[in-house]
């Protein structure tokens, strides 16, 4: 196949060659990762290194259309068939990892044939049998938490239909809310649940999205684990990811690859070739538990100077519970305090976090810690605020009113950690890029 | 002088003796540091070791009071005189470094004598000759933008009154945003504005507010620099502090000793025994410019899946300007878009910075980042969600509305980093405790 073709005939996968001023490129079409400029067209060369293409006046030809067929996005899995036990699925939700070119206007618009990451990652078929699933195509600022009981839903019947791990492929901007809110909603798994994004542009031969999935797919497929964690590249070392803890972990950078951190916690494994464990984890095997539902009546709110009395009535105003992510140890300003105790009596329950991230919530050790104490504000331990507003979204659809606190404060997917006598070596580690191995 | 004495008789730096259980123990009082647990005295040893003493049913007397006599709060300082480029100006403000037991309910309260830190600290005599001066008495939780400007006048008067380098004690908990406050509002300095607070119990031989007040004392009389910093310890060696750039650095843990990092941005220097400059500043000398003034009319909203566009609109009734933390290169849920545009029309400003902290925001990516671009939310770079924060509402209250978001986009002190080589790097040595010296 040889023709001139318009920019809505490439897809990812295609072989094309790109004329301009004479000169000329061939290679494959990759998909775009986040910090492309858009109008960019990015071919992997058969050198192995990516060119990024501008799509201004140039000539394009497909040489070769992909090899791996694409269906439009009803695509039918059906056919195929997968033995129990011996498959990963791999379900998209949208996000870099899979989004296209959307060439008309040359941003990127998540546009997913789940099969593409498969042509893209031919390695992928020799870890293991991989059913592709489309669930939703959403880029993850956007997630909602009714998405969040979807895509629970979806792991769930996965599990169900004999997948022995399963991979989540997430936009990077709220994999960390979804990682909690998988974590609650599966509160007992039998297999790992692995999500998985791409964060870095493809200006190397090998972007993120390639070593990523590969090491979730080999996690998801051979550790002996069971739980939902996410995998991300650990450092700038190409190859290798980590996998950490859905409920302790975070976004702490805004492009670099690794940009995922644990928080106070440790990372679970190593995952370059083959997988190093770094702690323990429950072993594969037991029960899958489904417990989805995520309330939208929460909030979670950033405390500072200033913050007002009007502010925080507005947010309560239609309300079922509040987290704050307080400062230090725990506080909201003090001139807050009535507010807080005549919500709480009209019903609002209010939750400590601190914007710190790392480090525990100690509301005995200041005044205005106890009068927030003594006003029903509940501390939540070393909990992340994400994870905790995430946790209260599921509490308030899940659980009777009266339990709501009680819940909130016991740990139930490592949410909360022991302290630990390496809380130090554990922050120094979580914020290193690799851990100490 | 030696009797029986009740808890109220009981000042900092007087040497008392306790009694319990037929054993007793000599030491000094030493002031209450964040994290000892209500009801507890602290004495330092003669052996220089600290230990917590529990106030139930012990008995106690004061063998020798304090050298340093305690006037009351409106203590005049008039009568001492300074010679102009000879003295350091210590502010307090209140917080754990300036906080004593509240004897009655065991409680830290800021109730500070200033001269307090004098005694305690003997060792800033050697440094040079200290003014001191209580300009509030507020656990920092508490601080609100009208505080700033109070503050900053102070600072200012007491470099017009020749103070060579001031250093202002504060709370811990909101000292990153008095940090950017006061570089905002003091836009000009001729020396060394240094923030200082406590942050560690006073479990060891030295606490972190002795090394603290030290090194911000020292940075502040002989550093060849001029700004605003935050001095606080580097690592877990006890007596080395970093000097980090205020508008750049945030609280990352709750209760550790090196809790503040440097975000973007390196340590300026490294204070332990001499002052080891890392980084280039502008040196003493020039002019000092106050520009002070915050408006109580902006919000800092943290983005998270399931932020309602009614919470969105009740946040911004009454409100002048806005800054987002939002997700990943910056984004909110796309759903905001309306409400955004038409609150834009109604006259409210919007910032864009990012919730990951590290790294910059890149609102050109994505299809999202880009419509909201369109809606006017004016990107930030690099800037700290909470920096901006500040910075808006200085700009409101100082700039003509229709020159607020330039001034929002302009780098004025340090507040947004030029793109670096070293952004790896930088990223690197902020997260770990101590720079790569």
């Not at 051979?222 to 190859?239: E, L, N, Y």
């Not at 950490?244 to 702490?252: E, I, P, S």
């Not at 494994?269 to 009546?297: C, H, Q, W, Y």
């Not at 009007?310 to 507010?339: I, K, M, N």
């Amino acid at each position: 196949m040889s023709s001139h073709a318009s920019l809505q005939d490439v897809e990812v996968g295609d072989i094309v060659e790109v004329q301009f001023d004479g000169d000329k490129i061939i290679g494959r079409v990759m998909p775009r990762t986040e910090l492309d400029p858009p109008g960019l067209l990015t071919l992997k060369l058969s050198n192995g290194y990516n060119v990024g293409v501008s799509l201004k006046g140039v000539s394009l030809k497909v040489l070769k259309k992909s090899e791996q067929k694409h269906k439009p996005i009803q695509e039918s899995e059906e056919e195929e068939k997968y033995s129990a036990g011996e498959f990963v699925s791999l379900i998209s939700t949208g996000g870099t990892i899979a989004s296209r070119v959307e060439y008309e206007t040359g941003a990127v618009k998540p546009a997913l044939y789940a099969k593409d990451l498969l042509t893209l990652v031919p390695e992928l078929a020799s870890i293991t049998k991989v059913k592709t699933r489309i669930l939703m195509s959403i880029l993850s600022e956007d997630m909602k938490p009714s998405y969040w009981t979807e895509i629970a839903k979806a792991v769930y019947e996965e599990i169900k239909s004999g997948a022995c791990g399963v991979v989540v492929a997430h936009g990077t901007d709220t994999m960390g809310y979804t990682a909690a809110a998988l974590s609650f909603a599966l509160p007992k798994l039998s297999v790992p649940v692995v999500l998985v994004g791409a964060q870095r542009s493809s200006d190397r031969p090998s972007s993120d999205a390639y070593f990523n999935l590969i090491n979730a797919v080999k996690f998801a497929r051979f550790a002996d684990a069971s739980g939902v964690f996410v995998c991300m590249h650990s450092s700038t070392s190409d190859p290798t990811s980590w996998i950490l803890t859905g409920t302790k972990v975070r976004k702490m950078h805004t492009s670099a690859r690794y940009a995922f951190k644990p928080i106070n916690a440790r990372a679970v494994a190593l995952v370059n070739g083959d997988i190093k464990m770094l702690e323990r984890t429950k072993p594969r095997g037991g029960e899958t538990v489904l417990k989805a539902g995520f309330s939208e009546k929460c909030s979670l709110i950033y405390s500072y100077p200033g913050l007002s009395q009007r502010v925080l009535e507005a947010l309560c105003a239609d309300c079922e519970g509040v987290v704050f992510a307080g400062t230090g140890l725990g506080h909201v300003p003090s001139y807050l305090l009535d507010s807080i105790s005549q919500l709480k009596k009209r019903g609002v329950l209010f939750f400590m976090t601190s914007q710190c991230y790392f480090g525990r919530v100690n509301m005995n050790v200041y005044t205005t810690g106890r009068r927030l104490l003594s006003a029903g504000v509940v501390p939540l331990e070393d909990m992340l605020p994400e994870t905790a507003y995430v946790k209260l979204c599921w509490c308030v659809a899940n659980f009777p009113r009266e339990k709501v606190e009680e819940v909130m404060r016991t740990n139930l997917v490592g949410e909360i950690s022991e302290r630990t006598v390496y809380e130090v070596e554990s922050y120094e580690s979580g914020l290193r890029s690799a851990p100490a191995a």
